[in-house]
Each structure stands twice: as structure tokens, then as C-alpha cells.
């Protein structure tokens, strides 16, 4: 009922900057919350930021608060990640996901819909 597609990933030196925006298809007259998810080889798949069905409230990682920004267009159904000041452990593949509902998801299994995710990878 909701498919995801995320663009913006790649390389970047520390310090840099990359935006990540994911599009949504929607098939479904249900409002959706959406976030954004990241996972390396051998980790758990963890949060990084979220945001409301309507985009005014949000919640970050501690480990990205004041770097990474997430911002949502409702009415065009994309949702973006502004990630600024990058470090090498932000390395990972990011991955957009979507949940039923207006409220912010907290935990993966909050989350009903996921995209294929970009590799955001950061080095000298």
C-alpha cells in the first residue's frame, strides 16, 4: 500500500554534507508516519530520526541530534534528511520506512513499510 524509494546517498569526507530524500507511493487513504532507519553488516537496524504524519514533530538519535535534520512534505508525500558535520561512524546503509498512523515510531517493529535503502558512506 506504501512504497518507499531513497536517493541522495554516497560518499562524502568527514565533516561533509549529503541530503537523503525518500518519495512515497501511496496506495492507501490511511495518514502515515515516516522515518529514517540505518544499519551496518552485523547490526541491529536503528533509528535515526522520525517524524509525524504532519511534520511537526520530530525525534532524533542522540547520536545525530544537531547534525541530522528531518523534514516531511505532506502534501507532496517525500520526506528528507539534511546530515551535516558527517563522521565515519554515520557509514551505513539508510533506509526510508513508513507507519500507519499520525504518531511518531520509536522502534523498528513500529514501522509497517520500508524502502531499499541508500549506502551513505563516510571516509577520507
Known amino acids: 500500500q506504501v512504497e518507499l524509494a531513497e536517493s541522495g546517498g554516497g560518499w562524502v569526507r568527514p565533516g561533509g554534507s549529503l541530503k537523503l530524500s525518500c518519495a512515497a507511493s501511496?496506495?492507501?487513504?490511511?495518514?502515515?508516519?515516516m522515518g529514517w532507519f540505518r544499519q551496518t553488516p552485523g547490526n541491529e537496524r536503528e533509528l535515526v530520526a522520525a517524524?509525524?504524519?504532519?511534520?511537526?514533530?520530530?525525534t532524533y538519535a542522540d547520536s545525530v541530534k544537531g547534525r541530522f535534520t528531518i523534514s516531511r512534505v505532506k502534501d507532496k508525500n517525500t520526506m528528507s534528511l539534511q546530515m551535516n558535520n558527517l563522521k565515519s561512524e554515520d557509514t551505513a546503509v539508510y533506509v526510508c520506512?513508513?507507519?500507519?498512523?499520525?504518531?511518531?515510531?520509536?522502534?523498528?517493529?513500529?514501522?509497517?513499510?520500508w524502502g531499499q535503502g541508500t549506502q551513505v558512506t563516510v571516509s577520507l
Open positions: 501511496i496506495h492507501t487513504s490511511k495518514p502515515f508516519a
Open positions: 517524524v509525524t504524519r504532519s511534520g511537526a514533530a520530530s
Open positions: 520506512a513508513a507507519r500507519e498512523g499520525p504518531a511518531l515510531g520509536l522502534a523498528r517493529d513500529d514501522y509497517d513499510y
